[in-house]
């Protein structure tokens, strides 16, 4: 070797050392406002924890703070400021590709200078909104990231906590202690939105493939019962989902590629010196990506893409103005091969198409009134369209009409809610929301039982809600918060109206443990579809017998206790009972047809609210927080589902599986200082979904599965059991940050019975099985 080449050598060696070993740092930057007024603290002390030497901060009069050349890796900072509770926010993930960017809310304090025990890692499951005391946790965006089969969505982040189940594995639905999905409230910047989810059904809470970029996402509230009186038209749960800000100082950019989706988000200031910014996320599905360059990708062609965003333009006088919103179009076709020698199954000989686009775009505007009152209104247009159409080749193979829905739902929301703090210890939330909806829905199918076509719905028609809530929240001392509330829920059409009452408390019977108690009334309006029925009478006349259906209503009950057994260990017991009543059922005595056990779509009967049902359960969860690069969460529940329809039995509903046990950990392992390769593991073993018996005579003379309906929900399906596996390698270079992840979903290949079907090719009942092994890969650089 040449004395030329080998000093090349080493200047190339030594380069890449340096490289792997060199110290890469990133800034982290943010806001500390109060947590009532959203008003800034100029003058707070900011201390980045066990850095030496101590690095530390004081934030500006715009209450702006930065701590600059900061190292990749966990870190946790402190914020102190006088008369307010000292705060420590765990746990901030710094990458180098991109600045960290915080909005941080404290509480005052109700002495002023009283001496505060910091226990930070208490206060990192407590809720973003301080008037919910029971059955509220705050998730992080690292957590949808880090869950095994998570893939970045919430609602299947979601069933790694009590009391939640999957309601189906090839989607995100989820049942809450006992309920149907249906009883699910999305909510993004304090206003309801549709369901943000691709593939979704109408009526239903969840889908396919989450549209919500995790990009946009800030910590956000999942609440399981007895939710505060803010919220509203809902029995079973609450996400409600806060955006953050794209980076005002500085343009970033995320490209992501993996098998659900190809993802391009850029974020960054308009102008130098103007604090507003943008935020936005695109992405398409990979598998069309892959269609439309003539790789075979199966029998069905399936196709998403989605856009999120959000846009914060701050003034001087006029207060904060954001524009944010999300839409995501979805659709699948399946065309029957003519060829009858190549159809196993009855459904290979259907031409299927189907769709599905939601969307809401809105304009929120923030006002500081003054020091201490805060007023957000918004104004949102959302809605969704969905659409089905089945067709079945004759012998001849010439479609045959089956079946053709086509549902367009558009609402305007107009909301108006203003905080207002009346001193240290008592605060108020006060507030409307207006809903418009606007509706055309179409639905025909064919009977095969007189082989004529039939017109369940055929509608145009509007209708409108008046939602009211006020609550209180009162620390009486440090040790004892009292929070009451009333909602009020009105529908204008047919006049139905509901007057709800709320409450909780909590004690904290020592520095570490506390105790809780809450209540609500709840309602639900039906779904638009059920209240525009309509019925052909024997005299050819039709009538529409839901028009004046009432509200589904619950009483809830929570208990809790909560007990820090170390610093970064919690665990947390709760106890619920839910009263369901004024539940709508079909009016038919020998019918066991009741809106509680609907998961979809609309139940086209004549109904009436005669119908009761109750949930109870009790539930545990044991988490520690990550610590020393290991977090692990188990959480457990022993619970019943029951309903009641005219029939006057009481039934299990179809999700009472009375009981559920998960597990969920994850550890990440260091090396070279800017590398981190993470193992995440879950799994999941809950009873199995109650199910009905089939007619087999019965679909034997029809050629379609029908079922013993006197029978309804009096079989059970095997446990459910899975188990998910996420392995993921980052690395930190100069000025970006690449990610490699595999995500498996039911890794052990587990086979979950998913139900029963009755098979007209073979004139059998078959067995049809939930997902098989499911492996994601992403790669992901932010820069």
């Excluded at 980045?48 to 946790?76: A, E, M, R, W, Y």
């Excluded at 001193?423 to 909806?437: E, P, T």
Aim: a neutral charge; one cysteine or more.
């Amino acid at each position: 070797m040449t004395p030329q080449k080998f000093l090349l050598a080493c200047n190339f060696f030594l380069f890449n050392l340096f490289a792997q070993g060199q110290v890469l740092t990133q800034t982290i930057r943010g806001t500390v406002v109060d947590k009532i007024t959203q008003s800034s603290l100029p003058g707070a002390s900011v201390v980045l924890i066990n850095s030496n030497p101590l690095l530390g901060t004081t934030t500006d009069v715009d209450g702006n703070f930065k701590l600059s050349q900061i190292p990749v890796g966990t870190h946790s900072i402190r914020i102190s400021f006088i008369g307010y509770k000292d705060i420590t926010v765990p746990n901030i993930v710094v990458n180098s590709g991109k600045e960290v960017v915080l909005t941080i809310p404290v509480e005052e304090e109700i002495t002023e200078l009283a001496e505060i025990i910091i226990r930070p890692d208490v206060e990192k499951n407590k809720p973003l909104n301080e008037m919910a005391t029971v059955s509220t946790r705050t998730f992080s965006v690292e957590e949808t990231r880090k869950f095994a089969a998570a893939v970045n969505d919430p609602a299947r982040a979601a069933i790694s906590f009590a009391g939640v189940v999957s309601a189906d594995d090839g989607n995100n639905s989820i049942s809450i202690r006992g309920n149907s999905p249906t009883g699910l409230l999305w909510r993004m910047e304090g206003v309801d939105i549709p369901n943000p989810n691709h593939f979704a059904d109408v009526g239903s809470s969840g889908g396919g493939i989450s549209i919500l970029s995790s990009q946009l996402l800030s910590n956000s509230d999942f609440s399981t019962g007895a939710f505060p009186a803010e919220y509203g038209n809902a029995l079973a749960g609450v996400f409600d989902l806060n955006l953050r800000k794209g980076n005002n100082e500085k343009r970033e950019y995320t490209v992501q590629a993996g098998f659900l989706g190809t993802d391009l988000a850029a974020e960054g200031p308009f102008s130098e010196n103007y604090r507003g910014s943008y935020l936005i996320n695109y992405r398409y599905s990979t598998l069309s990506i892959l269609s439309k360059l003539g790789v075979n990708v199966g029998d069905a062609v399936t196709n998403f893409q989605d856009l999120s965003y959000h846009i914060f333009l701050p003034t001087n006088k006029l207060g904060n103005f954001s524009l944010f919103g999300f839409g995501g179009l979805s659709d699948q076709n399946q065309f029957a091969e003519k060829d009858s020698a190549n159809w196993e199954n009855e459904y290979q000989r259907y031409n299927a198409n189907y769709f599905s686009n939601t969307g809401a775009a809105g304009v929120k505007h923030a006002l500081t009134l003054n020091g201490k009152s805060y007023l957000q209104s918004s104004v949102v247009f959302s809605g969704n369209d969905h659409g089905y159409q089945e067709e079945r080749l004759d012998n001849s193979y010439n479609p045959q009409f089956n079946f053709k829905s086509n549902y367009i739902n558009r609402k305007i929301t107009l909301s108006s809610v203003l905080h207002h703090k009346v001193n240290s210890q008592s605060s108020i939330r006060s507030g409307m929301y207006l809903n418009r909806y606007l509706f055309n829905l179409k639905k025909r199918q064919l009977n095969h039982e007189t082989n004529l076509e039939e017109e369940p719905l055929n509608s145009l028609a509007h209708a409108s809600t008046l939602q009211l809530f006020t609550q209180w929240n009162y620390r009486a001392t440090e040790e004892l918060t009292f929070n009451t509330g009333i909602h009020f829920l009105y529908l204008t059409d047919n006049k139905t109206y509901s007057i709800e009452p709320r409450a909780s408390l909590q004690y904290n019977l020592t520095k570490t443990s506390a105790i809780s108690l809450g209540y609500g009334l709840h309602s639900q309006m039906q779904t638009i579809g059920v209240y525009e029925t309509q019925l052909e009478q024997p005299d050819g006349s039709v009538i529409y017998p839901n028009k004046n259906l009432g509200f589904n209503k619950a009483h809830h009950v929570v208990v809790g206790y909560d007990q820090s057994l170390t610093r970064h260990l919690r665990l947390k017991t709760e106890a619920y009972y839910q009263h369901l009543f004024n539940i709508a059922v079909e009016n038919d005595p020998t019918s066991p047809v009741s809106s509680l056990v609907v998961e979809e779509g609309y139940v086209n009967v004549a109904m009436i609210n005669a119908g009761l049902g109750r949930n109870y359960g009790l539930e545990l969860t044991l988490e520690q927080f990550l610590h020393n690069n290991l977090y692990f969460l188990l959480s457990g529940s022993l619970y019943s589902s029951k309903y009641k329809s005219l029939e006057g039995i009481w039934r299990n509903t179809r999700f009472n599986g009375n009981h559920a046990l998960s597990f969920t950990a994850g550890k990440e392992f260091i090396w070279n200082k800017n590398r981190v390769f993470g193992v995440n593991l879950r799994t999941i073993y809950t009873g199995g979904f109650r199910t009905t018996p089939i007619d087999i005579e019965k679909s034997q003379a029809l050629g379609e599965t029908r079922y013993f309906e006197n029978l309804a929900f009096t079989e059970q399906l095997p446990d459910y059991f899975r188990a998910d596996l996420r392995v993921s390698l980052k690395r930190n270079r100069p000025q970006a940050t690449h990610t490699l992840a595999l995500d498996i979903q039911n890794v052990t290949n587990h086979q979950n019975l998913g139900g029963q079907y009755y098979e007209p090719r073979s004139g059998e009942i078959q067995k049809w099985y939930m997902l098989s092994l499911l492996p994601v890969l992403s790669y992901r650089v932010e820069f």
